[in-house]
């Protein structure tokens, strides 16, 4: 019986700890798609140049928190230049027409990272103290994947708070909900979508840079993982908030337990429950009040 | 719009010019032939890319279905190919009637699944049936190689009279001989009153739905087609090259034949070839200046081409003659 504990134990905190790097990178994603139903592949490729930054950095003997910071918010600067300049014209475009802008972004993305640090994955050195196993009570466990934990859910409570609470939040929501209601009762809907992309794309940079134990970066980073991003954001249902939290913790448990029992069949497994879930709920599993 | 809407003239009768005009990257392509024996295999290698883009024109040009899972069917071919020259036989038609069929069949069925949803919805679909045959093939070594690829194909001479040599001469004919038979199937169907419905569908569903189009039908029968159409671009790329690696099914696959369709220009058929062309010629040439910009390049000519030229290279006249200040013709 013991036995069957300590599995699930162990299932569940690599799930909730790969389910929370998925959720950082991927919710700045959910939010954008909701507000201006702009499908951007692009996404990954922050969270790439995030590892590639905290890497670059922490190699060089720089403090870890200082690299995770830089890690945020430089790919959010880039984040907010491409918004301005690439994203911006492909609102009144079709979705194939965001779909390849975004995809040539990837292109050039990974041909810069390989150009710049090479074809190989770019390790980040973590502290000593993050590499050492820690005692939890009944078993010692990654001290690592603890760390991601903890961030994860400090930042999902942070994010949560704001964006119950604040008034940025409720404008968030009901833009999200009713974009032309918003825009008609004054809300400024572009820049309110300028400073969400900015966020997501910087908390894509530190969830890339925190994550990079677990997805690590290389050059076919932006291209492998952002399906994996993707399913977050349509699987949760787009703009919801929530929703992208519990796909994303489903999805970390289930990849998790899938490789721990089936390992030969997990990988399309996990695509083939995407594929049948949203044949059973097209808008995702909690979508935002105005698309339910 | 109007080429699309003064369709009907193309099929009463040609004028000489447009004939010539149609004649001529079949000439080019025949000229190239004895010209440059030795880049058949390149040639060869931007024919089957032309074919694949003409598939995909059709779903995504004509009838607006954006999808990004296209790579599936070209895989599904290749590896039908390859595994029925080691399984059963080496004759390379049969092979590559298997792999349409197959691929048709798959086209056929997971279009019926998929094809009430739209959008982004669809586009993730797309993602989810291209990832899990992707890790299935991954997986399946047994019968796929997994990460080695498929080896050992053999391939048998072409009607038993020609074999696929070294030099790629047979390789290039039968290429070119397989995307002309695809290529007036596509001119035809284009043209029929169904490939008008999928016009009209791509311009609005609701519409086409109301006035008694049976549009998950039409959507589904033209996935298939083009489905078998990607698949057997697969069996060449198969035969001619006697391998076939797991990136024929990937993501990267998808997204280059997307790139080559836009780059030339969607519902023209011929933006397909424009595309290759200059995708391959382009990639070719980056990749020997330096192996890390060739991806740069690509990106950021799709990125140019969205933002200012979205009828793609074959609207380049069009554009430059509206620059001058002249009406725009629309003469394709």
Redesign the interface.
Known sequence: MQHYAYYAATILLDGVSYGMILFIISVGLTVTMGLMRVVNLAHGSFAMVGGYIAGYFTQRGINFYVALVAATIIPGILGGITEATLIRPLYRKGELAQVLLTIGVVFVATSAVSYLFGAFPYPVQFPDYLTRPVDIGFRTYSGYRLFIIIVGAIIAAVLWYVIENSLFGARLRAAVDNGRMARAVGMNVSVLFTTTFVIGCGLAGLGGAIGAGILSPEPSYALKYVVLFLVVVIVGGEGSFKGSFVAAMALGIIDTAGKYFYTEAAAYLLYAAVFVLLLWRPQGLLPPKSVA | MAAMTDGKSDTKGLSPLALVGHALPWIIAIVYYFMAQGYLTFGTNIMIWMLFAISLDLV?GYAGI?T?GHSAFFGIGAYAAGIFSIHVSGDPILGHLVAIVLSGIFGLISGA??LH?S???F???T???V???F??A??AKWLTGGDDGLQGMRVDPLFGIWPFNIFGTTAYLYTLAVLFIWFLIAWRLVQSPFGRSLDGIRQNPRRMRAIGTPVWWRLVAIYAISGAMAGSAGALSAHSTRFVGLETLS??TA?IV??VL?LGGTRRLYGAFVGAIVYFVVQDWTAKQ?P?????I??????A???FL?GGLMDLGRVGRRLLGRKPTDAA
């Open positions: 995504l954006v990004l699944m998929i949803t959008g982004v919805t586009l993730m679909l993602l989810a049936i990832s899990v045959v890790e299935w991954n997986k993501l990267l997204g997307t790139v836009i330096n890390h910009l060739s991806e740069a690509i990106g950021v000519m799709l990125i081409t969205v933002l979205e």
